[in-house]
């Protein structure tokens, strides 16, 4: 069985349907949904079940030295992802002692160990963005959801099971699936609605002379090249360590807008609006994910473009209204 936490969410949802694509329905799905919309990510999935992220838990820490769900792989994608949450004890204990539950239950049972880390752990981007390990120590992040995620990260360096688990430093990640994220949706996914609503797309201002308003870049990755690289790592469980997932190049948000506005067959139209202050001493004008270790590991498939990534979740998936994997409009597939 491959258990996704998360699994409702926007990444593991997008690798359930990546399972799916190769035959595999033998998945249990453990999340929280509660009153959120996440639901609809998995109306298009086969999965064999369901559980609760906590009652998941009590079944791997009351059985001992037994695992329930025979488990072939853990893809642990489940996490609170709001770089603005302010309830550290909350983090704390979801996304990083939970994950250490996870990773001791894994390698108890020598099951493949997966799991989620994020670009956000490199804080400013004054140190760059090499998923060193040596590195780590030097690394501070500007909010508690970096931290939470650092201290995993930090955590499997002490413990010295890196060469037997993988962490992904996932960057600006993008496409179908996301509709649950609220605020925390990509902007492609926001610039679409606003766009179609008033024909113009906001962005912020900068704050820093060196980059011009909308000049602040950014590593944009699709969701389905993320899931390719979970996927590979499934197939590879020699390949570990700690791995940045991007494309590699850094791009604007006004290439984003450009991208956008093409795919949409609009003009570009754009308005630089202030930054609340509540993040401009947190944000991140800089990021682009060093890729020379992925590669190294093995990985050699190439990542999707933004525009073309661009391209395909709003032609395939935002403009038709149904913005799910599975959806039946994928390249490909019969709309």
Same mark, same amino acid.
């Given at each position: ?11 593991? &949802?997008?690798?359930?349907w ?5 035959g @595999?329905?033998?998945?249990? @799905?453990?999340? /929280?949904?509660?009153? &959120?919309e ?8 086969r ?5 609760h992220?906590? #009652? ?15 488990? #072939? ?8 992802? &709001?770089?603005?949450?302010? $309830? %550290? $004890? !909350? ?6 002692? !939970? ?14 160990? +997966? ?6 752990? !490199? ?8 998923? $060193?390990?040596?590195a780590?120590?030097s ?7 970096g931290?939470s ?6 955590? %499997? ?8 688990? %993988? ?5 600006? +990640?993008?496409?179908?699936?996301? #509709? ?19 024909? *113009?797309?906001?962005?912020?201002? &900068?704050? *820093? ?18 899931? =390719?690289?979970l ?6 469980? =020699? ?6 997932v991007?494309?590699?190049?850094a791009?604007?948000? /006004? ?7 093409? %795919? ?7 308005? !630089? ?5 509540? @993040?401009?001493?947190?944000? #991140?004008?800089f ?24 391209? $395909? ?8 209204? /149904? ?6 409009? =994928? ?5």
């Open positions: 069985m491959y258990i996704v936490t998360g699994g409702a969410g926007f990444i593991g &949802s997008a690798f359930v990546k399972l799916n694509q190769m @595999i329905t033998d998945i249990l @799905i453990v999340d /929280n949904l509660g009153e &959120s996440k639901w609809r990510n998995l109306t298009n999935l999965y064999e079940d369901y559980l992220k906590t #009652q998941f838990l009590k079944y791997i820490t009351e059985r001992g030295d037994e695992d329930p769900f025979e488990a #072939q792989a853990i893809v642990h994608m489940g996490a609170s992802s &709001s770089t603005t949450e302010k $309830d %550290a $004890d !909350y983090l704390m204990e979801n996304n990083y002692r !939970y994950t250490q539950m996870l990773c001791r239950f894994a390698l108890n049972h020598s099951v493949r160990f +997966v799991t989620a880390s994020s670009a956000a752990t !490199y804080g400013d981007g004054s140190l760059g963005f090499d998923d $060193d390990i040596a780590l120590g690394l501070r992040p500007l909010n508690m959801y931290y995620k650092h201290l995993f990260d930090l955590w %499997a360096d002490k413990a010295g099971i890196f060469d037997r688990i %993988a962490s992904l430093k996932f960057f600006n +990640v993008y496409g179908p699936n996301e #509709q649950h994220k609220g605020d925390m949706k990509s902007v492609i996914c926001k610039a679409h609605a606003q766009i179609g609503e008033t024909g *113009r797309m906001k962005l912020f201002k &900068s704050y *820093r002379p060196e980059f011009p308003d909308g000049g602040q870049m950014r590593d944009f990755v699709s969701v389905k090249d993320c899931v =390719e690289v996927w590979w790592l499934l197939e590879h469980p =020699e390949a570990s360590g700690l791995f940045n991007g494309t590699g190049q791009r604007s948000w /006004n290439d984003l807008a450009r991208a956008v506005f093409t %795919a949409m067959g609009r003009d570009l139209a754009l308005d !630089y609006i202030d930054m609340p202050e509540f @993040i401009r001493d947190k944000y #991140q004008y990021t682009e994910a060093r890729m020379d270790r992925l590669a190294a590991a093995g990985y050699a498939a190439p990542f999707t473009s933004l525009e073309a990534g661009v391209a $395909d979740y709003v032609t395939n998936y935002l403009a038709r209204g /149904n913005p799910f994997l599975g959806n039946g409009a =994928e390249p490909g597939t019969p709309a």
